[in-house]
T-cell receptor, first 111, second 114 residues
Framework: ETGVTQTPRHLVMGMTNKKSLKCEQH?????MYWYKQSAKKPLELMFV???????ENNSVPSRFSPECPNSSHLFLHLHTLQPEDSALYLC??????????FGEGSRLTVL | DQQVKQNSPSLSVQEGRISILNCDYT??????FLWYKKYPAEGPTFLIS?????DKNEDGRFTVFLNKSAKHLSLHIVPSQPGDSAVYFC?????????????FGTGTRLQVTL
C-alpha cells in the first residue's frame, strides 16, 4: 500500500454538485497538505494542517472546504465549483514539515 | 509573479550522459530547496534537497548545486538512465528549512534517449 492514497483518482462534476476528495496517509506524519496543479502552472499550495489544526489557507475560495478529522485523513469538500477549478488536486504529508510525500492526485473536471 | 522559475520546459539527453536541470529564484528569503520527480499518473516524489548553508549536496547519481549570489540551483544526473525520464520540479521554502510552504517551479520534462 502506498504511503499517501487519494480517492477518487478521477472526478467529473457539474457546477451545482457537491463532492469530496479524500486523502489518507499511512506514514505516521503529523502534517498534511492540499496542492492544486493546473495545466502549465506551478503547483499551488492550498491548505496546510499540522496535528489536525489548519495552519495555512492560501487565499483559497470558500467553495473549497478542507476537513482534517485526524492526522491520517484529509478531505477537500467541493461545492459550486467553476470550470476553471478543473485541475489535478494533490494531497501530501510530511513529518515536521520536512520533505513532502505526495499522493497520486485526484483529477477533477468541472463541467 | 513567479518566484521559482524553470525556464526550460523540456530537455533531451542521451543515456549515459549528464542531465543538467536548472532553476532560478527571485526571493532572497528562500533558504531550503528541493527537487521532485514526477512520472505520468503519479504524484511527485522527493529526490534531493539542499539547505542554503551548503552549495552542494550529493546522493548517488544526483547532485544539487546552489549558487546563492546568482539565485540559481541546478540538478545534475550522472549518468542519465532511461528511467530518469520524468518531469522534474524545483521547489523552495523560506521557512527555516521546512517544507510547510513550498513554492514550486513549472517543471522540466526530461527525456533520456537510448
Amino acid at each position: 500500500e502506498t504511503g499517501v492514497t487519494q480517492t477518487p483518482r478521477h472526478l467529473v462534476m457539474g457546477m451545482t454538485n457537491k463532492k469530496s476528495l479524500k486523502c489518507e496517509q499511512h506514514l505516521g506524519h503529523n502534517a498534511m497538505y492540499w496542492y492544486k496543479q493546473s495545466a502549465k502552472k506551478p503547483l499551488e499550495l492550498m491548505f496546510v494542517y499540522n496535528f489536525k489544526e489548519q495552519t495555512e489557507n492560501n487565499s483559497v475560495p470558500s467553495r473549497f472546504s478542507p476537513e482534517c478529522p485526524n492526522s491520517s485523513h484529509l478531505f477537500l469538500h467541493l461545492h459550486t465549483l467553476q470550470p476553471e477549478d478543473s485541475a489535478l488536486y494533490l494531497c501530501a504529508s510530511s513529518q515536521d514539515h520536512r520533505e513532502l510525500f505526495f499522493g497520486e492526485g485526484s483529477r477533477l473536471t468541472v463541467l | 509573479d513567479q518566484q521559482v522559475k524553470q525556464n526550460s520546459p523540456s530537455l533531451s539527453v542521451q543515456e549515459g550522459r549528464i542531465s543538467i536541470l536548472n532553476c532560478d529564484y527571485t526571493n532572497s528569503m528562500f533558504d531550503y530547496f528541493l527537487w521532485y520527480k514526477k512520472y505520468p499518473a503519479e504524484g511527485p516524489t522527493f529526490l534531493i534537497s539542499i539547505s542554503s548553508i551548503k552549495d552542494k549536496n550529493e546522493d548517488g547519481r544526483f547532485t544539487v548545486f546552489l549558487n546563492k549570489s546568482a539565485k540559481h540551483l541546478s540538478l545534475h544526473i550522472v549518468p542519465s538512465q532511461p528511467g530518469d525520464s520524468a518531469v522534474y520540479f524545483c521547489a523552495a521554502s523560506a521557512l527555516a528549512g521546512t517544507a510547510s510552504k513550498l513554492t514550486f517551479g513549472t517543471g522540466t520534462r526530461l527525456q533520456v534517449t537510448l
